[in-house]
């Protein structure tokens, strides 16, 4: 019985489309590619390049005949005021991360004309136990970064 429970149900799921994410399929040209950004020292540009080259793309130092470009042209990650309670004390905040790239193939050929992704995560905060809502805002902007060069591989393999 339990047998054929689970046959139906991974009948039902290949059915509907659904698979397992694995390897992001980015396009050939970014076989080779140079990752260009204004500090290449950020834990996004780490993160990012570590993704890029578990899908397979060789990262090269410089620009070269048959190497696409990659630009990160901003990143920036801010934290704003979401609710304010009685006496003008914050509750609650909202970080935003921000990323300005573009793709460009080997010849110079914008790819992905300059674009902005932007990915939001809110907290709250409660002045009675600032210690924990520091690591929840250090947890948060660490999952922003991971998240965010997930949806840029996303991006990146739609085109």
């Known amino acids: 019985m339990r047998a054929l429970l ?12 659904f698979q397992l994410r694995g390897d992001a399929r980015l396009p050939p040209v970014m076989a080779q590619t140079w990752l260009v950004t204004p500090d290449d020292s950020t834990a996004f540009v780490r993160e ?9 793309v060789d990262l090269e130092s410089r620009p070269g005949p048959g190497v696409a470009e990659l630009r990160i042209h901003t990143e920036r990650m801010r934290s704003e005021a979401l609710t304010i309670a009685a006496g003008a004390r914050v509750r609650e ?13 080997a010849e110079g050929e914008a790819l992905i004309a300059r674009e902005t992704l932007r990915l939001t995560r809110d907290y709250s905060f409660d002045e009675q136990e600032i210690l924990a809502a520091t690591r929840e805002e250090e947890f948060l902007r660490n999952d922003l970064r991971q998240a965010m060069a997930a949806r840029m591989l996303r991006r990146l393999e739609a085109l």
């Open 6 to 17: 689970l046959l139906a149900l991974v009948l039902v799921l290949t059915a509907c489309g």
């Open 48 to 56: 990012l390049s570590l993704m890029l080259r578990a899908n397979g």
């Open 93 to 105: 905040f909202v970080l935003i991360f921000d990323v300005e790239f573009e793709l460009l193939d």
